[in-house]
């Protein structure tokens, strides 16, 4: 940390400062990580960890990959922020770039998943003149009150309510269910198309189909959230694009500027036309700054060919996690591309602190599964490493 002027903190200062300063919202584990590099991190003692939380799958091309330091190097010379008031450089280059890899026609930019999910709701109500969203059991869209609203954990909701009216659930994969739970009043059904934090879920692969099928017939716009699908981590450029399905909006945010904050809310242009001028903004949304790490985040995936090396990388990674993950606690394992989970028969949160001692960062989706979203660039050398340290947990 040579040459630093910014008066970091390290260990105990840091844990202490934290518990005196900071809002206490977070579980956090007990390290302070200081510097990555492709799949590791390493923390303030100096101690390696191959990281298969990236970011909670946001570091997609690894930490600190070359092409986007060099695009936020050079980009942070030349101008960071001007807001919307003015066009800048590279923000129409880059909707062009997501609109043609998504099939999508307009972006609209803003800083975070969450945020991209309240334009997407907004868009709805003001396309269809409706009020009611239909979300899934287990799905997860964002804190803020209107993607609250539509997430389904009720420790989540309960606290805050009341909360934008007008949202209901169904079992996620029942199309009919959808079907049987509209009325004239519905704006939007919103699905991931695998669902992250409800435990990597996987739809049959005509669900998303029949649903569409659905809400077109009744004219309900369809919404997919591919905050966390988007971007190659289920190994194609999105989860839709594994059952082709094309919905009227879609919200991508985690992975898509390389650690940087950005989320995206993307329409058909007969959806966008809703949204008149001052119907939407945001301040930071689609700065300079935050642009050139998307660019370059989306050069390197496509230099690279990372979105084939989730599809690989994640097979290989499920087999091993299958070879190695014998325990009687271990129910099976699943995934699509390098978002996989490792089902168990009760609750692993415990298993994360000693996967951590032997070197390996792992979350727990929803109490009972293991989830792995590494970056992509991760080797099969360290793949095969964390199938061994999971393998060995005991519970
Ligand atoms: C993480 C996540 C969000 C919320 O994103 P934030 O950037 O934390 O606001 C919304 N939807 C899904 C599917 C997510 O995984």
């Known amino acids: 940390m040579k040459n630093s002027v910014l008066g970091r903190a390290f260990g105990e200062e840091a844990v202490s400062k934290d518990a005196k300063y900071v809002f206490q919202t977070y579980g956090r584990q007990p390290i302070v990580i200081t510097r990555g590099q492709g799949a590791l991190v390493w923390d303030a003692d100096g101690r390696e960890y191959i990281d298969c939380v990236a970011g909670i799958a946001v570091n997609n091309l690894g930490h600190c990959h070359p092409r986007v330091v060099a695009a936020i190097k050079e980009q942070v010379e030349r101008l960071i922020h001007t807001s919307n008031l003015y066009y800048n450089d590279?923000?129409?280059?880059?909707?062009?770039?997501?609109?043609?890899?998504?099939?999508?026609?307009?972006?609209?930019?803003?800083?975070?998943?969450?945020?991209?999910?309240?334009?997407?709701?907004?868009?709805?109500?003001?396309?269809?003149?409706?009020?009611?969203?239909?979300?899934?059991?287990?799905?997860?869209?964002?804190?803020?009150?209107?993607?609250?609203?539509i997430t389904h954990k009720e420790k989540y909701r309960k606290p805050f309510e009341p909360?934008?009216?007008?949202?209901?659930?169904?079992?996620?994969?029942?199309?009919?269910?959808?079907?049987?739970?509209?009325?004239?009043?519905?704006?939007?059904?919103?699905?991931?198309?695998?669902?992250?934090?409800?435990?990597v879920n996987i739809p049959d692969k005509d669900y998303l189909k029949e649903v569409k099928k659905i809400c077109d017939k009744a004219g309900v716009v369809l919404i997919f959230d591919e905050v966390q699908t988007g971007m190659g981590r289920?190994?194609?450029?999105?989860?839709?694009?594994?059952?082709g399905v094309q919905p009227d909006i879609m919200c991508v945010a985690k992975g898509i500027a390389g650690g940087f904050p950005?989320?995206?809310?993307?329409?058909?242009?007969?959806?966008?036309?809703?949204?008149?001028?001052?119907?939407?903004?945001?301040?930071?949304?689609g700065s300079p700054l935050a642009c050139a790490a998307a660019l370059g985040t989306i050069q390197a995936m496509e230099e690279e060919k990372l979105v084939e090396r989730s599809a690989e990388m994640g097979e290989y990674m499920r087999k091993q996690l299958?070879?190695?993950?014998?325990?009687?606690?271990?129910?099976?394992?699943?995934?699509?591309?390098?978002?996989?989970?490792?089902?168990?028969?009760?609750?692993?949160n415990?298993?994360?602190?000693?996967?951590?001692?032997?070197g390996v960062l792992i979350n727990v989706a929803s109490d009972t599964v293991i989830r792995m979203v590494p970056p992509f660039v991760i080797t099969k050398e360290q793949v095969d490493r964390v199938a061994k340290v999971v393998g060995e947990l005991t519970l």
């Open 322 to 348: 299958e070879k190695c993950c014998k325990q009687d606690f271990v129910d099976h394992v699943r995934g699509l591309g390098l978002m996989i989970g490792v089902q168990l028969k009760k609750d692993g």
């Open 90 to 149: 590279l923000q129409p280059v880059l909707a062009e770039k997501l609109a043609k890899l998504s099939g999508m026609d307009k972006v609209f930019f803003a800083n975070s998943g969450t945020e991209s999910i309240e334009a997407a709701l907004k868009l709805a109500r003001k396309e269809t003149g409706n009020k009611g969203f239909i979300a899934a059991e287990h799905c997860f869209h964002g804190r803020t009150m209107g993607a609250l609203s």
């Open 163 to 199: 909360l934008v009216p007008g949202a209901r659930f169904v079992p996620y994969g029942d199309a009919e269910a959808i079907r049987n739970t509209m009325d004239a009043d519905t704006a939007a059904v919103i699905l991931e198309p695998v669902q992250g934090e409800g435990g």
């Open 234 to 243: 289920t190994g194609k450029w999105f989860g839709k694009d594994h059952f």
């Open 350 to 358: 415990s298993l994360v602190a000693p996967a951590r001692e032997k």
């Open 262 to 285: 950005m989320g995206v809310m993307m329409a058909t242009d007969e959806m966008a036309k809703a949204f008149g001028k001052g119907d939407h903004a945001s301040t930071f949304g």
